[in-house]
């Protein structure tokens, strides 16, 4: 018989139902395997359940809130680009920089001769960082090898995270990352090359969704395009990098291939964010990204709001524009550098991320979703926010076991 396991005496930031933080006073949790059966206040656990609960947790008064969703990362990646940093600070820009031959394809170079283990290896510590601050759900892209088996390798390193350590672990193709060295001045055929990878990619298991760098530094609308109907003739959902830099019309192009989300989006339009809202795709925000390039242009939360889009947040860790391994520091940043509200925040890391990457089973704490849940040493859910630059999750439970700490 399976376990059934109560998880007593926690404040609930369930983030269902509309009370605000969908919160619950000194509510309950029951989990059977990987699933919570049961989610309420305490007093209100029915008697039959009660008679069969195998294991009961006391939370003496925590809070607990879903696992988190870190919904956009490039984990995957040999060397770092410190020095590229420091020139940024000089003034040149991350244009001139990717340009000049820096950037991106200094770190495809990296990857490239990078050993799968090492690979594995160092994406593992990064995983790990994330993990500790109660992510439960990570999406990983390609993007850094640029070639059909350099894909592939750093894809399965992807997969093979989310089989060897407690964690769901999404893969996206993101061949349509830059123009290879070997590609240079041929952009059309790269894209032809990415296009012509995907099947095989997608017979190995490796993709759950396809992405794109839609940008005047990246490929333009056409290119991205060819993309997506590639991934359509699979059967892929697609996701895009859009309007990150520059406004290309990527997120109204993506919203017509039904796109999961489209992230970055400081240069969305009205009509991209109304194309989105009728799509039903997430807004990807990235606050990590637009802090370390020093952006000035603030992604249109209002217009996001107004149009109903829901708004996610993510790391996007990659080791040009965003080097951070914080999701906590994503929430307070959010806050602080884009005035999105805490309880806004906080859905933007876990049911809205579950969103942008197509799962409905996770992201809110109530009956029929996954056990993946954080216990946190904090009172109110909106300290998620307050606080940063310090680890406050205690206790993490993934598909409905604890982790290790
Ligand atoms: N947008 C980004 O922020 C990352 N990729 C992308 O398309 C940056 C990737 C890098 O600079 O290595
Ligand atoms: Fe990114």
Redesign the pocket.
């Known amino acids: 018989m399976t376990d059934l396991t109560l998880w007593r005496h926690a404040r609930l930031a369930t983030l269902s139902g509309h009370a605000p933080w969908g919160l619950i006073e000194d509510g309950a949790l029951l989990a059977k395997g990987d699933q919570l059966v049961w989610v309420g206040a305490d007093a209100d656990l029915p008697a039959d359940l009660q008679s069969q609960i195998t294991n009961t947790n006391d939370l003496g008064g925590a809070l607990v809130t879903p696992g988190l969703v870190d919904c956009?990362?490039?984990l995957v990646y040999g060397g770092q680009r410190a020095a590229e940093f420091e020139m940024r600070l000089q003034g040149a820009s991350y244009e001139d920089i990717a340009r000049a031959g820096g950037g991106i394809r200094s770190t495809v170079t990296a990857t490239r001769a990078a050993s799968e283990d090492t690979l594995f290896a160092t994406a593992r510590k990064r995983a790990l960082t994330l993990m500790a601050e109660g992510v439960t759900t990570l999406e990983i892209?390609s993007g850094y090898g640029l070639t059909q088996r350099d894909e592939a390798r750093c894809l399965a390193v992807a997969r093979r995270l989310g089989t060897e350590l407690p964690l769901t672990v999404r893969t996206t193709y993101l061949g349509a990352h830059a123009v290879p060295l070997e590609f240079q001045g041929r952009p059309d055929d790269y894209i032809d090359a990415v296009c012509s990878w995907m099947p095989g990619l997608h017979v190995r298991g490796l993709i759950d969704a396809v992405d794109a760098?839609c940008e005047t530094i990246g490929f333009s609308p056409a290119q991205t395009r060819c993309v997506f109907d590639a991934a359509k003739a699979l059967g892929l959902p697609v996701k895009l990098?859009a309007e990150q830099l520059s406004d290309q019309g990527g997120a109204a192009l993506a919203a017509e291939y039904g796109a999961l989300s489209c992230?970055?989006l400081e240069y969305l339009s009205d009509s991209g964010a109304q194309a989105m809202r009728a799509a039903g795709t997430v807004a990807v925000l990235?606050p990590g990204?637009y802090y370390f390039l020093r952006e000035t242009r603030l992604p249109p939360i209002t217009a996001l709001r107004d149009n109903g889009v829901p708004i996610a947040l993510a790391s996007?860790h990659?080791p040009g524009?965003?080097p951070g391994l914080s999701l906590l520091l994503m929430i307070n940043m959010a806050c602080t550098l884009f005035r999105m509200t805490p309880e806004e925040a906080v859905r933007g890391v876990t049911v809205n991320g579950a969103r942008a990457l197509g799962l409905t089973d996770r992201g809110t704490l109530a009956a029929g979703q996954r056990a993946d849940f954080c216990v946190w040493d904090l009172e109110h859910p909106n300290e998620l926010a307050y606080w940063f630059g310090h680890n406050p999750c205690r206790r993490v439970v993934a598909a409905g076991k604890e982790r290790a700490s």
């Open positions: 956009h990362t490039h892209k760098f990098h992230d970055h990235l990204a996007d990659n524009s965003s």
